[in-house]
Nanobody, 121 residues
């Protein structure tokens, strides 16, 4: 059973910082892509930042220069460092990963349970 376990959300004032973590656990063959999405009330879920299958990074235009995604050497944990937070960054942040549980098993999308980030004074 593959699980993505997130941590690090919370309440922060505008201009503040938070760091989110997401660790993949369980038995799997390979992680092909991993990243963060967010969903604000009444809005669609959107990509925030992620590592592609080729290892490059993508960022939403709205977070470029403020957020940084990184990962551990094993590539099973990703981090999202969020600086200069704005009220419009308020959302539930979800970790996502494309994972195969076996060498000949199709790649599937997995999601974490979500962690709330609230930016407010």
């Amino acid at each position: 059973q593959v699980q993505l376990v997130e941590s690090g959300g919370g309440l922060v004032q505008p201009g503040g910082s938070l760091r989110l973590s997401c660790a993949a656990s369980g038995t799997f063959f390979s992680i092909y892509a991993m990243g963060w999405y967010r969903q604000a009330p009444g809005k669609q879920r959107e990509l925030v930042a992620g590592f592609t299958r080729g290892g490059s990074t993508n960022y939403a235009d709205s977070v470029k220069g403020r957020f940084t995604i990184s990962r551990d050497n094993a590539k099973t944990t990703v981090y999202l460092q969020m600086n200069s937070l704005k009220p419009e960054d308020t959302a539930v942040y979800y970790c996502n990963a494309a994972i195969s549980v076996g060498a000949l098993v199709e790649v599937k999308d997995y999601w974490g349970q979500g962690t709330q980030v609230t930016v407010s004074s």
